[in-house]
Nanobody
Framework: QVQLVESGGGLVQPGGSLKLSCAASGNIGATDVVGWYRQAPGKQREVVASITRGRFRNTGFTNYADSVKGRFTISMDNAKNTVYLEMNNLKPEDTAVYYC???????????????WGQGTQVTVSS
């Protein structure tokens, strides 16, 4: 089974940037959906962004939560089986543990389904 390992979290000041990485131990399938989720203390886990490569050219997609649109960018390096989350103009409310998740298409409506990484802490504070 594929395993996911996140890295890149840390402490950053408001307005700063971080780039998270999610490295998969195996191939990410063309129709697999890889998402970044976050969970702040006392809050439910929420999806931040997701990406799928697509089986054919120009059939992939990315989606973003409204709260991060224009600030976060999700991308995938197929050769490295790695998904990135570039976060700019970070705000204190972005503070959370960020998790990487891989779902098969049949699992996309189930928040808890799929393979999860161990999480990486992002703290935005002055």
């Amino acid at each position: 089974q594929v395993q996911l390992v996140e890295s890149g979290g840390g402490l950053v000041q408001p307005g700063g940037s971080l780039k998270l990485s999610c490295a998969a131990s195996g191939n990410i399938g063309a129709t697999d959906v890889v998402g970044w989720y976050r969970q702040a203390p006392g809050k439910q886990r929420e999806v931040v962004a997701s990406i799928t490569r697509g089986r054919f050219r120009n059939t992939g997609f990315t989606n973003y939560a409204d709260s991060v649109k224009g600030r976060f960018t999700i991308s995938m390096d197929n050769a490295k089986n790695t998904v990135y989350l570039e976060m700019n103009n970070l705000k204190p409310e972005d503070t959370a543990v960020y998790y990487c998740n891989l779902k098969k298409p049949i699992q996309i409506t189930d928040l808890q389904a799929g393979i999860w990484g161990q999480g990486t802490q992002v703290t935005v504070s002055s």
